[in-house]
């Protein structure tokens, strides 16, 4: 196992270790040198993780007792969570590491809860001296670069950038994925529109994206730290958006679904039905891609900046590891740079934002995320 030499003796708490993103990013934490403290709520199974991983210090806390949530952290630590829906149970370790003063990163891709940070805790956490970092994995930290690195190479004349997440090798997710997608197709989506945030649901464009000779690959929009992160570091963009693709058959039929089912959404009692069912049907952690399906899987991340009169200016394609692979990857390195107090600014932060786009751009390519 290669490991890499440890840049900090400030704490990491890793919340949520037992889930299957937890154990991920708890290993690799270990090949980066790092000895996290393993929280969660079941003990026996931290323990077991522990003896795992050759000895880590554990914790016991439970979102339903958010005191036991912020005795995890102090000032100064890392409070990494991966415990989702983010939507339902995210809340309390967010509030944790603000009040702690400790910095605070996540594995969430849910719309609702990357707008509670970017809006609720943003100024908060500016006041505390803290760095939060959310969605900070595949959702959606290869967009971020791929993004930047396009409106770098197409300068002050490009006004907006289209962003589309693909696999290759095929899709798994993980249970806990899946209800977190669950969730969030129920909840107000938003995207950046004419220089400022709006609301709009998740799937309202099937977005098309050139990438290699003629063909042309299709995603359904979503909403992620995109909108709000790159108009801060390219104020010209006027317009952001960001597509997640499912084959050139399932993304149109997910768009497709979507204009059957918000309208739905929006008859009284409706969507607090919906909400019911979800917590009903789908309880959160448990298996998810097995290690053969991450080796031989991976990921494509395309990036297209436009002009105002909608010329195409620069394409950036990436291509790289597994979905989950790079997640763990992604957030161990994160968490270690906060721990080492390597981040520019504080309050709700984007990638680019957080580290700079040639140190973001290394950091990916380290682990297989790299331009073609």
């Known amino acids: 196992m290669c490991t890499v030499a440890r840049v900090t003796d400030n704490r ?23 000895k ?19 000895g880590l210090p554990t914790a016991v806390a439970d979102v339903a007792k958010p005191a036991s949530v ?35 990163l996540d594995s969430t891709g849910e719309p609702a809860f990357i707008r509670r940070v970017f809006e609720k805790w943003d100024a908060p956490a500016r006041s505390s001296g803290i760095a939060m970092l959310t969605a900070f994995g595949y959702d959606y930290v290869p967009g971020n670069l791929a993004a930047a690195l396009a409106l770098e190479e197409a300068g002050p004349a490009a006004t907006s950038v289209v962003v589309g997440y693909f696999t290759r090798g095929g899709t798994s997710i993980s249970k806990g994925t899946l209800t977190s997608a669950a969730q969030a197709a129920l909840e107000p989506g938003f995207a950046w529109r004419g220089g400022a945030i709006r609301q709009e649901p998740v799937g309202r464009d099937l977005l098309r994206h050139p990438v290699e000779s003629s063909r042309i690959r299709t995603s359904f929009s979503v909403s992620g730290t995109e909108h709000y992160s790159l108009p801060r570091v390219f104020p010209n963009v006027r317009d952001v958006r960001v597509g997640m693709g499912l084959g050139d058959v399932a993304s149109p039929a997910m768009w497709a679904g979507t204009k059957i089912t918000q309208p739905l959404l929006k008859i ?42 909608e010329t195409e200016l620069a394409r950036v394609t990436l291509e790289g590891p597994s979905v989950y692979g790079f997640t763990a990857e992604v957030l161990a390195w994160g968490a270690q740079q ?3 107090d390597s981040v520019t600014g504080t309050g709700a932060l984007g990638p680019v934002e957080a ?18």
Request: aromatic share 6%.
């Open 268 to 309: 009284p009692g409706a969507r607090s039905l919906a909400r019911k069912a979800v917590v009903t049907t789908l309880r959160g952690s448990g298996g998810g891609p097995s290690d053969d399906f991450n080796t031989r899987s991976g990921c494509i991340v395309t990036a297209h900046a436009y002009a105002k009169d």
């Open 70 to 104: 912020r005795a995890l952290v102090g000032k100064g630590d890392v409070l990494l969570s991966t415990v989702g829906p983010f939507h339902r149970w995210g809340e309390p370790a967010a509030e944790a590491a603000l009040d702690a003063g400790a910095n605070y």
């Open 12 to 34: 990491i708490v890793l919340f949520g270790a037992t889930g299957y993103t937890g154990k991920l990013t708890a290993a690799a934490l270990v090949r980066r040198g790092e």
């Open 355 to 372: 580290f700079g786009l040639e140190r973001l751009r290394t950091a990916c390519a380290s682990f297989g995320l790299r331009a073609t």
């Open 338 to 340: 906060l721990a080492a």
């Open 36 to 54: 996290p403290v393993l929280a969660g709520r079941n003990a026996g199974a931290l323990a077991s993780l522990s003896d795992e991983l050759g």
